[in-house]
């Protein structure tokens, strides 16, 4: 039986988040590489792609406040420029990877989706699922969305996924076995790597340790306007919480073969695993 994996190539890997506007498209590409060969390697296996805003939407959010919805005078025009930016780096991923032979279709996730104070409530995944029958990839991204509260909000890939994953359990529709997070960093670690090479990293989070894990946890480098790593590591341990079966692995995709590795299956030992 075929197996579905999410993917999410983090805005960190794909941009540089330290200097505004800057994609790094040779990671694109040899990250698209990878995706390839994985697809080759396996022809069992399905795909859902999702990245991240990284130095496009997350500069023009905090310049704008655009994560707490309508507080200024000039809020919905940061509404507008942060699709925008968001956008424009989606345009130049989907492009790189169909040229890395990688089929994938752009879904907007503000084109559907709803929120409530910052929460998603509403995706339609039709379409994705649609595509996925077809034998393409659904490619999604951190966004700006609706909220029925604040105005508007951001939502980010890790919240599109989660919904993703609570929804396709239904009759007709394939379970998501895996999530794979490629950031910078390879794991979670009890301090920033970046900062304290003597960091030691979790090779694994479930309810035994998720207390010390929880407690540990930093920021991500660089501008980061939906929670940096904690929130994402939070929300992670919380959907595999309520779907038992489902795996996610965080790694980094700053390492050549990584992204192959993970998405294989073939080498258990990189990153960190929730479970």
């Not at 919805?69 to 780096?89: D, F, I, K, Q």
């Not at 890939?157 to 009759?171: G, M, N, W, Y």
């Amino acid at each position: 039986m075929a197996e579905l994996v999410l993917l999410k190539l983090g805005g960190s890997v794909i941009t540089d988040k330290k200097s505004p506007f800057t994609a790094r498209e040779e990671v694109i590409r040899r990250l698209g590489r990878e995706i390839r060969q994985a697809l080759d390697d396996r022809p069992d296996l399905q795909l859902i792609l999702g990245h991240g805003s990284g130095s496009f939407g997350h500069v023009v959010a905090q310049k704008y406040r655009t994560r707490e919805g309508a507080v200024r005078e000039n809020s919905w025009r940061g509404y507008a420029e942060t699709a925008a930016a968001a956008a424009r780096l989606n345009r130049l991923v989907t492009d790189l990877l169909l040229e890395e032979g990688v089929p994938v279709v752009s879904f907007q996730p503000s084109a559907s989706a709803r929120c409530r104070k910052g929460e998603l409530t509403y995706f339609d995944t039709y379409p994705m699922k649609r595509v996925l029958q077809a034998g393409l990839i659904p490619l999604v991204y951190g966004d700006v969305a609706v909220d029925e509260v604040q105005g508007f909000t951001i939502i980010s890939t890790e919240q599109i996924f989660d919904h993703v994953a609570r929804e396709l359990p239904r009759p007709g529709t394939m379970h998501p076995a895996r999530i794979i997070l490629a950031g910078v960093v390879d794991g979670v670690y009890d301090a920033d790597p970046l900062t304290h090479p003597d960091a030691s990293r979790y090779e694994e989070i479930t309810p035994d340790n998720w207390p010390e894990v929880e407690a540990a946890l930093g920021g991500s480098h660089g501008t980061d306007v939906t929670g940096g790593m904690f929130s994402k590591v939070r929300d992670m341990y919380h959907l595999v919480l309520a779907q038992p079966p489902l795996q996610i692995r965080i790694i980094s995709g700053e390492i050549p073969g990584h992204v192959a590795s993970a998405l294989s299956g073939s080498d258990t030992d990189i990153g960190t695993l929730i479970c």
